[in-house]
């Protein structure tokens, strides 16, 4: 979501979603990204389209989105209590509407989800319920910081040829035989341990650029947000922060029965290790 989530404000000075845009590497790319995909589906799709924006927090992006392309019913969703009232403040005189309930309890269908930033945060059940409601010509904009790609040779074909992705206690396990076994006594396979040491590693030299880069630009407050979020990344249990591989995510929303239309990096012309957000298009 990129927004104003520890402290949910309207005005630019001293909020985090707008500082993230001249702090935070990659941010800013990713929002021109998606208002193109936005303009360009809207022109395209022939009637005027539903448009629901998931896990926005106080709606930075979501308001930036609106005033960019008007001509579209614009729902924004968000149910963390923190960032309810800034949300509601922000859309109070737009036509936005504005849901406060759980993802899983939208019933309405919608010609195109955005999650922008939220789906490491998200209960790994959430694909399902937009599949449920998204149209079957419709289009989920997957956008998110993941971390920088990590699984290479034996470990990308392990997330390749997996029946299942599934996330135990932090490690990833690809078949239903792991799965029992974890369900059982906590067993995991050695190349389970393996990648998610990869992964704390790769982990660790993104969040200090990351760092860097917000202090070269004086976003302090950018550092701070990032570091507490460091923090809880690189505890393999964390619930409240977990970056997975571009591969592991692709192959995870590949199996909800989603097809990958699109991939778009913000920084391709980065070395490996700052190749972390990607813009998707997936159709069901």
């Given at each position: ?166 996330i135990a206690n932090g490690y990833l396990l690809t078949s239903d035989d792991e799965i029992a076994a974890y369900e059982k006594d906590g067993t995991l396979p050695d190349i389970a341990r393996e990648i998610e040491k990869l992964r704390l ?11 860097d880069y917000a202090m070269e630009r004086d976003c302090l407050e950018v550092a701070v947000f990032e570091l507490r979020a460091a923090r809880d990344d690189l505890k393999t249990d964390s619930a409240d922060e977990f970056k997975l591989s ?39």
């Amino acid at each position: 979501m990129f927004d104003s989530q520890k402290t949910p404000t309207d005005t630019p000075k001293g909020d985090v979603s707008a500082l993230m845009r001249v702090g935070h590497p990659q941010v800013e790319e990713g929002d021109l990204i998606i208002i193109e995909l936005v303009k360009r589906f809207v022109a395209e799709f022939g009637r005027r389209p539903r448009i629901l924006d998931i896990g926005c927090g106080t709606g930075f992006f979501a308001s930036r989105l609106l005033k960019a392309i008007p001509e579209m019913d614009l729902i924004v969703q968000e149910n963390w209590a923190a960032a309810i009232d800034g949300l509601e403040r922000r859309f109070a005189d737009t036509p936005a509407r504005i849901f406060t309930g759980a993802a899983s309890d939208w019933d309405e269908p919608v010609d195109m989800v955005i999650s922008w930033g939220t789906h490491h945060h998200q209960p790994r059940t959430y694909l399902d319920h937009i599949r449920r409601f998204l149209d079957p010509k419709g289009l989920l904009i997957l956008g998110d910081e993941f971390c920088p790609e990590y699984c290479f040779g034996e470990h990308a074909e392990r997330i390749r040829n997996a029946s299942r992705i599934y996330i135990a206690n932090g490690y990833l396990l690809t078949s239903d035989d792991e799965i029992a076994a974890y369900e059982k006594d906590g067993t995991l396979p050695d190349i389970a341990r393996e990648i998610e040491k990869l992964r704390l590693r790769m982990l660790w030299r993104w969040y200090r650029y990351v760092v860097d880069y917000a202090m070269e630009r004086d976003c302090l407050e950018v550092a701070v947000f990032e570091l507490r979020a460091a923090r809880d990344d690189l505890k393999t249990d964390s619930a409240d922060e977990f970056k997975l591989s571009p591969l592991a995510v692709e192959k995870e929303v590949e199996s909800k029965g989603f097809k990958k239309r699109a991939r778009h990096p913000t920084a391709p012309n980065e070395p490996l290790e700052k190749q972390s957000f990607f813009i998707y298009e997936y159709g069901k």
